[in-house]
């Protein structure tokens, strides 16, 4: 059973960058067809599906933080990293990291995704 969970700070101040942990447990991140994404969910919103790193470290991100956006990963620690430059306030949210294992096109919508971290808030502000 794949355990994802989340590592960051909790509040940050605009401008600048977050940078958040997904530790891995249960399946090693080179696994075949794993795909490992960063998903948010801000204030009285729905979830927000960020970007992926796959099992061969390809990257993927949503065309509307693209610009902002780098997931990196560590494979000696089974982890995976998370960094959104340039924060606003609207970036407030609770972040999460989720998995899926599928030979099919990469998961761009949370609902697809079968395993979760518990997620971690975050705060941007002055």
């Known amino acids: 059973q794949v355990q994802l969970q989340e590592s960051g700070p909790g509040l940050i101040k605009p401008s600048q960058t977050l940078s958040l942990t997904c530790t891995v447990s249960?399946?090693?991140?080179?696994?075949?067809?794993?795909?490992w994404s960063w998903i948010r969910q801000p204030p009285g919103k729905g979830l927000e599906w960020i970007g992926y790193?796959?099992?061969?470290?390809?990257?993927y991100y949503s065309s509307s933080l693209r610009s902002r956006t780098s997931i990196t990963w560590d494979t000696s620690k089974n982890q995976f990293t998370l960094q959104l430059s340039n924060v606003t306030p609207e970036d407030t949210a609770v972040y999460y990291c989720?998995?899926?294992?599928?030979?099919?096109?990469?998961?761009?919508?949370?609902?697809?995704?079968?395993?979760w971290g518990q997620g971690t808030q975050v705060t941007v502000s002055s």
């Open positions: 249960g399946a090693s991140m080179t696994t075949a067809f794993y795909y």
């Open positions: 989720a998995s899926k294992n599928t030979a099919s096109w990469g998961p761009t919508s949370p609902t697809e995704y079968d395993h």
């Open positions: 790193i796959t099992y061969t470290s390809s990257t």
